[in-house]
């Protein structure tokens, strides 16, 4: 398939030409790289109209059937929605372990003609995720997805990284953390723009009762930017609490298109991934690029013999190639 033509066949919404625009942003050869350059540059028109949401929590807490049923809530709530799914998973080491193994548990959306699913690329630097993941939702936004879910498991790094490439990020809880929510780190509560609580059914009703009154009274001591964060009671596996989830989010959302504030994120964030990806590139170019990698390795050399502190070696060779003197 030439350029032009998965371009097109992408705009078009067609799910084929999707897969492999996203396969080729993952693909790590040099020569791939240069057309997935291409693929984006010519896409970036068509992006920017998706609403995305980051949906956290950690290993059995209901992700998968959540999604599957949130998901399947909002595909019948407008039937001209279309929604896609990616899953950043930085300890999958195989690439389509995380959701593939599971679509058992996304029965509906795994056929749905609405809906694209797509694995985490997995293993690999943070960086290197980082990127196909944000480069995967552009094409996604291109192919005419209204709706991202961004799925992440609540481990360590990845909510972060996942918080800084959505629009409201929404953290599944388990109804008996007791103890554990005492030691929560204050920051992935801070990263929560909703708090469900999962599995408030059967015997674990009460239980989820009360983690929504502890999980309320825990975000008191978080300082909250504007009204508290709202945590919702939810049932994925009787599809309960899902409009609910859906008007919160909602409100949110407009609550921050008028104040200007979900702009504002957004463009923070790309200029963030810029920032981010000056850095990653300069490193990247300069260590296989001929014309520097002899320079490079010199300053490497510098480093690795403690001749040069590593940030004052970084600063003398970019300036050295940007010929901005010392
Ligand atoms: N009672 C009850 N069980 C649920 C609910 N949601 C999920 N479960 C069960 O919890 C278990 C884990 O659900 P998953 O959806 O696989 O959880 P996950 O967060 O995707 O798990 P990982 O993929 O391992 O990170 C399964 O046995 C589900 O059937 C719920 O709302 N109520
Ligand atoms: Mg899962």
């Known amino acids: 398939m030439d350029l032009n033509t998965l371009q097109e066949g992408i705009r078009q919404g067609q799910v084929r030409a999707l897969a492999k625009g996203i396969t080729l942003v993952e693909s790590t050869l040099a020569a791939d790289q240069k057309k997935a350059e291409a693929l984006l540059t010519?896409?970036?028109?068509?992006?920017?109209?998706?609403?995305?949401?980051?949906?956290?929590?950690?290993?059995?807490?209901?992700?998968?059937?959540?999604?599957?049923?949130?998901?399947?809530?909002?595909l019948n709530d407008d039937t001209s929605r279309r929604l896609a799914v990616l899953a950043v998973d930085p300890s999958s080491p195989i690439h389509g372990g995380a959701i593939l193994g599971d679509k058992t548990r996304m029965e509906e959306l795994s056929v749905h003609p609405r809906a694209f699913i797509r694995p985490s690329p997995g293993g690999g630097a943070a960086g290197g995720i980082s990127r196909r993941a944000r480069e995967s939702i552009l094409l996604m936004e291109a192919g005419g997805y209204d709706t991202i879910f961004v799925e992440t498991i609540g481990v360590g790094q990845s909510e972060t990284l996942v918080a800084s490439m959505v629009d409201v990020f929404l953290m599944l809880q388990m109804p008996n953390m007791g103890d554990e929510?005492?030691?929560?780190?204050?920051?992935?509560?801070?990263?929560?723009?909703?708090?469900?609580?999962?599995?408030?059914?059967?015997?674990?009703?009460e239980a989820a009762q009360r983690a929504k009154i502890e999980h309320e009274?825990?975000?008191?001591?978080?300082?909250?930017?504007?009204?508290?964060?709202?945590?919702?009671?939810?049932?994925?596996?009787?599809?309960?609490?899902?409009?609910?989830?859906?008007?919160?989010?909602?409100?949110?959302?407009?609550?921050?298109?008028?104040?200007?504030?979900?702009?504002?994120?957004?463009?923070?964030?790309?200029?963030?991934?810029?920032?981010?990806?000056?850095?990653?590139?300069?490193?990247?170019?300069?260590?296989?690029?001929?014309?520097?990698?002899?320079?490079?390795?010199?300053?490497?050399?510098?480093?690795?013999?403690?001749?040069?502190?590593?940030?004052?070696?970084?600063?003398?060779f970019i300036k050295s190639i940007l010929n901005v003197g010392q």
């Open 217 to 316: 009274q825990a975000l008191k001591l978080v300082p909250a930017e504007d009204k508290p964060t709202p945590v919702v009671l939810t049932s994925a596996k009787n599809k309960e609490g899902l409009p609910e989830i859906w008007n919160e989010l909602r409100a949110l959302v407009e609550t921050w298109k008028k104040s200007g504030r979900f702009e504002q994120k957004r463009q923070d964030q790309v200029v963030q991934w810029f920032e981010r990806e000056l850095g990653e590139q300069i490193q990247a170019i300069a260590a296989e690029h001929p014309a520097y990698q002899g320079l490079f390795k010199e300053f490497e050399a510098k480093v690795r013999a403690r001749e040069l502190a590593p940030s004052v070696a970084a600063r003398t």
């Open 42 to 74: 010519a896409l970036m028109p068509s992006t920017g109209g998706a609403l995305k949401i980051g949906i956290s929590g950690i290993p059995g807490v209901g992700k998968s059937t959540f999604i599957e049923a949130f998901g399947s809530f909002l």
């Open 181 to 205: 929510l005492q030691g929560m780190k204050k920051g992935i509560l801070e990263l929560a723009d909703i708090i469900a609580i999962n599995k408030a059914d059967g015997s674990l009703k």
